[in-house]
């Protein structure tokens, strides 16, 4: 028996409990179910008493609470505060790697990123946008603009006394052209640098360089010489100075260009790098690697009507195209090459089958080159995978250094320097030749050799000169170069009117 006080207390209790449950469910939304006049209760989720009828009071706490959030909906939708944050400027595109390949997106090296040519260089690479020149050294004792002598060239040179012509054939980058300008600075005043370069895309930029490195050696001069602007004198005239003047043509016309300037036969040193610059090596719209998509182009005048490597193959025939293989670059699969690339005729013609780009050319060649390296393979020792990659990347190199070489009339172009070099030169006059491949060094080689023999020339390399192991190692791009040079001689034998 419970005493009849107790019970009473006890459903008072009850009933507080309940009415402390419904305050509590009407601020949070959470449903509570009581199980007949029993303290024990059940919670369920709130969307068990969505279906329960609502309370008149609950709709009226519910309608007003939606006409209020559609009021601030409304006003945040038309008519939303005006914004007096300023936008950020666009992100800059992310680098894409420590040193991309492509070579639009080395911003960094083109921008001239300090760290990040250094690290380029260390690694033995080219920056973008760059070239290293190779020889330099080498090249500027030989031409006779060396002033300091050292004991591992053998021939003699001086900076003479009187107005030098110097002629750089080919300025590309103007690594050499900078520095022959610093040895015109110690030359006698009115000498003159004469540059010359078809690539119209690069030579503008090259010259607005050696501008600015000549505007520096005249400012250097003048400030050592106590005639500077801090001084209030007035800068001594262009005769007086070093002439520089950059030609956009091709070196197979210095002849004819020196006549018209009356300067033939006055060229005192000239210098002539046969080799690709690296700015059109690496830019691979321009079409001279394989190691990235671009065009088969290889024009090193790009506003020339010239036509283009993929039109040259178009028009060229198995045969001619075996022929010139053998003899731009000496290639031993010639005949199997040239069948794979023009032998089979598709069904829109000969241009259906011929290869659109660089990296498809190399693919072509590396398919049909690859089974004839397993034969060779089975007849002698077994070669390495990667012997074979590079066996098979260096007949690329090859079979597009024959077209670029067709393309461009490289043999053609320095046959007619060669043989215009006696005429160009003063007597005692110095030429120094960086070839780069077999074609090239046999052309200089036998020119020189024949000119000594003859007597136009006093002395000439029988040997060549190669870049250091160290140059090698820093500018791997300098691995095949030979420098030849040659001096003239005080005979008479050569008349500059044969050329006239």
Same mark, same amino acid.
């Given at each position: 028996?419970?005493?009849?006080?107790?019970?009473?207390?006890?459903?008072?209790?009850?009933?507080?409990?309940r009415?402390?449950?419904?305050?509590l469910w009407?601020?949070?939304?959470?449903?509570?179910?009581?199980?007949?006049?029993?303290?024990?209760?059940?919670?369920v989720?709130a969307a068990?008493r969505l279906?329960?009828?609502?309370?008149?009071?609950?709709q009226?706490?519910?309608?007003?609470?939606?006409?209020?959030?559609?009021?601030?909906?409304?006003?945040i939708?038309?008519?939303?505060p005006?914004?007096?944050?300023?936008?950020?400027?666009?992100r800059?595109?992310?680098y894409?790697?420590?040193?991309?390949?492509?070579?639009?997106d080395?911003?960094?090296?083109?921008?001239?990123?300090?760290?990040?040519?250094a690290k380029?260089?260390?690694k033995?690479?080219?920056?973008?946008?760059r070239?290293?020149?190779?020889?330099l050294?080498?090249c500027?004792?030989?031409?006779g603009?060396?002033s300091?002598?050292?004991d591992?060239?053998?021939s003699?040179?001086?900076?003479?006394?009187q107005?030098?012509?110097?002629?750089?054939c080919?300025?590309?980058?103007?690594?050499?052209?900078?520095q022959?300008l610093k040895a015109l600075g110690?030359?006698e005043?009115?000498?003159?640098?004469?540059?010359?370069?078809?690539d119209?895309?690069?030579?503008?930029?090259?010259?607005?360089?050696l501008?600015?490195?000549l505007?520096?050696?005249?400012?250097m001069n003048?400030?050592?010489n106590?005639?500077?602007?801090?001084?209030?004198a007035?800068p001594?005239?262009?005769?007086?100075e070093?002439?520089?003047t950059?030609?956009?043509?091709?070196f197979?016309?210095?002849?004819?260009?020196?006549r018209?300037?009356?300067q033939?036969?006055?060229?005192?040193?000239?210098?002539?790098?046969?080799?690709l610059s690296?700015?059109?090596?690496?830019?691979?719209s321009?079409?001279?690697?394989?190691?990235?998509?671009?065009?088969?182009?290889m024009?090193?005048?790009?506003?020339?009507?010239?036509?283009?490597?993929?039109?040259?193959?178009?028009?060229?025939?198995p045969?001619?195209l075996?022929?010139?293989?053998?003899?731009?670059?000496?290639?031993?699969?010639? =005949?199997?090459?040239?069948?794979a @690339? %023009?032998?089979?005729?598709?069904?829109?013609?000969?241009? #259906? *089958?011929?290869p /659109?780009t660089?990296?498809?050319l190399?693919?072509?060649?590396?398919?049909t080159?690859?089974?004839l390296?397993?034969?060779?393979?089975?007849q002698?020792?077994?070669?390495? =995978?990667?012997?074979?990659k590079? @066996? %098979?990347?260096?007949?690329?190199?090859r079979?597009m250094q #024959? *077209?670029?070489? /067709?393309i461009n009339?490289?043999?053609?172009v320095?046959?007619?320097?060669?043989?215009?070099?006696?005429?160009?030169?003063?007597?005692?006059?110095?030429?120094?030749?960086?070839?780069?491949?077999s074609g090239?060094?046999?052309?200089?080689?036998k020119?020189?050799?024949?000119?000594?023999?003859?007597g136009?020339y006093?002395?000439?390399?029988?040997?060549v000169?190669?870049?250091?192991?160290?140059e090698?190692?820093d500018?791997?791009?300098?691995?095949?170069?030979?420098?030849r040079?040659?001096?003239?001689?005080?005979?008479?034998?050569?008349?500059v009117?044969d050329?006239?």
């Amino acid at each position: 028996m419970i005493p009849i006080g107790v019970k009473e207390s006890c459903w008072t209790l009850c009933i507080l409990v309940r009415v402390c449950i419904a305050a509590l469910w009407m601020a949070t939304g959470v449903s509570v179910v009581t199980a007949t006049m029993a303290p024990s209760l059940c919670f369920v989720p709130a969307a068990s008493r969505l279906a329960a009828p609502a309370r008149p009071r609950q709709q009226q706490q519910q309608q007003q609470q939606h006409e209020l959030t559609m009021s601030l909906d409304k006003d945040i939708i038309y008519h939303p505060p005006a914004s007096t944050e300023t936008k950020k400027p666009p992100r800059r595109e992310r680098y894409n790697g420590r040193y991309p390949r492509n070579f639009g997106d080395k911003y960094k090296e083109h921008e001239g990123d300090a760290d990040t040519i250094a690290k380029v260089l260390a690694k033995g690479m080219t920056p973008a946008g760059r070239h290293i020149p190779i020889l330099l050294k080498e090249c500027l004792y030989h031409l006779g603009l060396s002033s300091q002598q050292d004991d591992a060239l053998q021939s003699s040179s001086s900076i003479s006394s009187q107005p030098l012509l110097v002629v750089d054939c080919t300025l590309g980058y103007g690594g050499h052209s900078s520095q022959i300008l610093k040895a015109l600075g110690e030359a006698e005043k009115g000498s003159r640098l004469v540059a010359f370069d078809q690539d119209s895309l690069e030579i503008v930029k090259t010259e607005e360089r050696l501008r600015a490195v000549l505007r520096e050696l005249m400012n250097m001069n003048m400030n050592m010489n106590g005639t500077g602007p801090g001084a209030g004198a007035i800068p001594t005239t262009k005769e007086e100075e070093i002439i520089f003047t950059a030609v956009n043509q091709n070196f197979s016309t210095l002849a004819s260009y020196l006549r018209e300037t009356d300067q033939l036969g006055k060229v005192t040193s000239l210098l002539a790098d046969l080799g690709l610059s690296s700015m059109q090596i690496d830019d691979n719209s321009r079409g001279f690697t394989y190691k990235r998509e671009g065009p088969l182009d290889m024009r090193m005048n790009t506003d020339s009507s010239t036509e283009t490597a993929y039109h040259l193959l178009c028009r060229l025939k198995p045969k001619q195209l075996q022929a010139m293989l053998a003899e731009n670059s000496d290639e031993v699969f010639a =005949s199997e090459i040239a069948s794979a @690339l %023009l032998g089979k005729k598709g069904k829109k013609g000969a241009n #259906a *089958i011929v290869p /659109e780009t660089t990296v498809e050319l190399a693919e072509r060649v590396r398919d049909t080159v690859r089974p004839l390296l397993q034969d060779k393979k089975q007849q002698q020792k077994k070669l390495s =995978s990667g012997a074979v990659k590079k @066996l %098979l990347d260096s007949t690329v190199a090859r079979v597009m250094q #024959a *077209i670029r070489i /067709e393309i461009n009339g490289e043999f053609r172009v320095l046959d007619q320097l060669l043989e215009d070099l006696p005429h160009v030169l003063v007597p005692n006059g110095r030429a120094v030749f960086l070839t780069f491949h077999s074609g090239e060094d046999r052309r200089v080689k036998k020119a020189f050799k024949a000119g000594f023999k003859n007597g136009i020339y006093s002395s000439w390399s029988s040997d060549v000169v190669r870049p250091s192991s160290k140059e090698r190692r820093d500018n791997p791009r300098s691995s095949c170069c030979k420098l030849r040079w040659a001096i003239r001689s005080d005979s008479k034998d050569a008349s500059v009117a044969d050329i006239i």
